[in-house]
């Protein structure tokens, strides 16, 4: 099974280069105004892959991106450990931090 291209197009970073519309007409067109519209559900089959990719790592405001699946299971969360306040350096009623003012 190959891995599924999805992406979305953030209108409001759009700078209406007209970069993407040349790259993948089929999927990007340009408005009465030159900014891109995607066209379609933004779900690109493998033969048109490459030009959308193209389309995507060539925008230069990066209004294309790709959509990744997350499952809640697969995210590792670290575990946050409190602060030790028993032990808490303190001098002149501060604590310090590292830094001075």
Not at 71 to 82: G, L, Q, Y
Request: hydrophobic share 35%; charged share 35%.
């Amino acid at each position: 099974m190959t891995n599924r291209l999805r992406i979305k197009l953030d209108r409001t970073l759009c700078d209406g280069f007209g970069i993407c519309a040349r790259h993948a007409p089929e999927y990007f067109s340009l408005d009465d105004w030159g900014y891109a519209v995607l066209v379609g559900d933004g779900d690109i089959p493998e033969p048109d892959r490459d030009a959308v990719q193209r389309a995507l790592m060539d925008c230069p405001v990066h209004a294309i991106m790709e959509l990744t699946e997350r499952r809640p299971d697969d995210a590792h969360i670290a575990e946050v450990s409190e602060p030790d306040l028993e032990h808490l350096k303190v001098g002149d009623n501060e604590a310090e931090w590292g830094f001075t003012r």
